[in-house]
């Protein structure tokens, strides 16, 4: 069972929301949909759920052309942001309605209300109005009704956006494990990076209608492909600098140098763009070759236990996400320090042409 997007486009009002996009996914797999507002994550989801039909190319379902079908002809099932559960039923009855909408009767509705409420730990609900519940339960509902129908496809919208962050990481660490058990194909859309390395999975990366890069999430994120891709599977936004190779040594903006060891040996002499992120920087020297940086730090958020430093490096806007809680002067210069070993290169096109080297160790 394998759901492919072949070429296809999606173009509104002359304006493109999905550039030309390839991309198979596998039964029972995990895929994680990852970029920031109006990447085309939902055009995308749209597309791949038959709500919204392509400009160009067309969407096989186990190698079968379902570009024209209707979304009721297809299996597929959808779980949005906002909760949508029925009111006015019980739990039972809004995990059994798209079953009897289906014709199923009686004692087949039944058993599968029944598994799908213990799979997804409602049994004791079932007798419950949806108001009733907390918003994880709810949710929690709105995904039984999904997984009740058997849909070989589910599309999952920033499903846990509006919940709070207990419910949020509760329901993060129990929906792989629902897929899992399953077997559908489950497509899930964030904004956030550290959901999709919650996840797992697979993540495809989106920056403007564009997917940027599609592989196992571990091998995304150490690996990206390019600086667009670094800059959306990081959080806060991957920061850059500009740095020169001349033989055997790497020169940065504020005069600093490191040895181009590994593969940045093997770098032709030239530009590059260097980029590292923000829980890289640090405030104190913990290595003994950490080159050092001056910028002026503009802003400074508290997150209980970490600071995050926002800094102005000669023009560079810079984030720095820095253990514990300092007491530092807005406007004035700060000290900061990077060790090389996270540092990632990329050519003048953006292409990444070295991964940083505790990426190729991990």
């Known amino acids: 069972m394998t759901l492919t997007l072949d070429s296809v486009t999606k173009v509104v009002n002359g304006q493109v929301h999905i550039h030309p996009t390839d991309l198979t996914l596998e039964k029972g797999t995990m895929n994680v949909l990852l970029g920031p507002t109006l990447a085309g994550k939902t055009s995308l989801m749209r597309l791949m759920a038959g709500l919204d039909v392509p400009n160009e190319g067309r969407i096989l379902w186990d190698g079968k052309d379902v570009t024209g079908m209707r ?16 009111p006015s039923m019980s739990v039972y009855d809004n995990i059994a309605s798209p079953l009897r909408l289906m014709g199923k009767k009686g004692a087949e509705v039944d058993a599968a209300v029944k598994a799908t409420a213990d799979l997804m730990k409602l049994t004791p609900m079932l007798d419950r109005k949806p108001l009733e519940l907390s918003g994880g339960q709810q949710q929690r509902c709105a995904l039984a009704r999904a997984l009740v129908k058997g849909a070989g496809l589910v599309l999952l919208d920033e499903p846990l956006a509006n919940l709070d962050y207990k419910l949020r990481e509760e329901l993060r660490i129990e929906i792989p494990k629902i897929f899992e058990e ?28 564009r997917v940027t890069q599609f592989g196992s999430t571990p091998e995304v994120y150490r690996r990206p492909v390019d600086a667009t891709t670094a800059r959306v599977f990081s959080d806060p936004p991957m920061n850059f600098l500009q740095v020169s190779k001349t033989g055997s040594k790497l020169m940065f903006g504020d005069g600093q140098t490191a040895p181009a ?102």
Do not use: C
């Not at 979304?71 to 029925?86: H, L």
């Open 261 to 362: 060891t590994g593969k940045l040996a093997e770098l032709a002499d030239g530009r590059y763009t260097a980029g590292f992120r923000p829980n890289h920087l640090e405030i104190g020297k913990h290595t003994a070759d950490a080159m050092q940086f001056t910028a002026q730090l503009s802003v400074t958020e508290l997150t209980g236990s970490e600071t995050f430093v926002h800094l102005d490096h000669h023009g560079e806007r810079w984030v720095g996400l820095v253990h514990g809680v300092h007491d530092l002067t807005l406007g004035a210069d700060l000290d900061v320090y990077l060790d090389p070993s996270h540092v990632y290169v990329f050519g003048e096109d953006g292409a990444l042409v070295a991964p940083a080297a505790y990426a190729l160790a991990a």
């Open 182 to 209: 399953s077997g559908a194909i489950f497509v899930y859309a964030t904004t956030e990076p550290e959901e999709a390395l919650l996840l797992g999975g697979n993540t495809a990366t989106l920056w403007e209608g």
């Open 71 to 86: 979304v009721q002809d297809r299996q597929v099932a959808m779980v949005y942001q906002q909760f949508i559960n029925y």
